[in-house]
T-cell receptor, first 115, second 114 residues
Framework: AQTVTQSQPEMSVQEAETVTLSCTYD???????LFWYKQPPSRQMILVIR??????QNATENRFSVNFQKAAKSFSLKISDSQLGDAAMYFC????????????FGTGTSLTVIP | DTGVSQNPRHKITKRGQNVTFRCDPI?????LYWYRQTLGQGPEFLTY????????KSRLLSDRFSAERPKGSFSTLEIQRTEQGDSAMYLC????????????FGSGTRLTVV
């Protein structure tokens, strides 16, 4: 079974500071995709960033970047220059070609941004 | 393109009643998914459609649950004889053929069974 673990139920960060959210996953596959989704309160989940496992280069999207450590099966999300609008639940998700069409999600990290 | 639309946003029902939720995906997306999210958990896969064909079902989808996508456009998820354990957020998502770019989620339907 595929498992995705987010060990930080809650995190907080001062506005304009940097925060890193952790995610680890368990797989025996070599070809897979990893995602971070953001879920603001009472709003829909939106894709923040994605990473293909075959790419060594870490993905970056504006203030969001990942630290992908394939051997350690770790996929952390770094948010730079945190803004009040970044406050949300963040979910890490995994998919490989063998799992078909379903994604496996972690339990989420609730991020609070302190003004 | 108005995104993925789900109705209703909230549903409160008495135990034992049937409920039906609707999802309208992004029009050019041929893949549609249903997930369930309970408090403190991430979304869990329920089922997947490609066009009108239901191609995958999770073990979570008991025989009280049925999903349809009759014309390959909108989808409905029906829960019969609801139980308190069915209380959750039901999320719909859609995607293009290339799933590696992720899903687009709707805002969900929050079901409360009393």
């Amino acid at each position: 079974a595929q498992t995705v673990t987010q060990s930080q139920p809650e995190m907080s960060v001062q506005e304009a500071e940097t925060v890193t959210l952790s995610c680890t996953y368990d797989t025996s596959e070599s070809d897979y995709y990893l995602f971070w989704y953001k879920q603001p309160p009472s709003r829909q989940m939106i894709l923040v960033i994605r990473q293909e496992a075959y790419k060594q280069q870490n993905a970056t999207e504006n203030r969001f970047s990942v630290n992908f450590q394939k051997a350690a099966k770790s996929f952390s999300l770094k948010i730079s220059d945190s803004q009040l609008g970044d406050a949300a639940m963040y979910f890490c998700a995994y998919r490989n070609l063998l799992t078909g069409n379903q994604f496996y999600f972690g339990t989420g990290t609730s991020l609070t941004v302190i003004p | 393109d108005t995104g993925v639309s789900q109705n209703p946003r909230h549903k409160i029902t008495k135990r034992g009643q049937n409920v039906t939720f609707r999802c309208d995906p992004i029009s050019e997306h041929n893949r549609l998914y249903w997930y369930r999210q309970t408090l403190g958990q991430g979304p869990e896969f329920l089922t997947y459609f490609q066009n009108e064909a239901q191609l995958e079902k999770s073990r979570l989808l008991s025989d009280r649950f049925s999903a349809e996508r009759p014309k390959g456009s909108f989808s409905t998820l029906e829960i019969q004889r609801t139980e308190q354990g069915d209380s959750a957020m039901y999320l719909c998502a859609s995607s293009r053929q290339n799933l590696n770019y992720g899903y687009t989620f709707g805002s969900g339907t929050r079901l409360t069974v009393v």
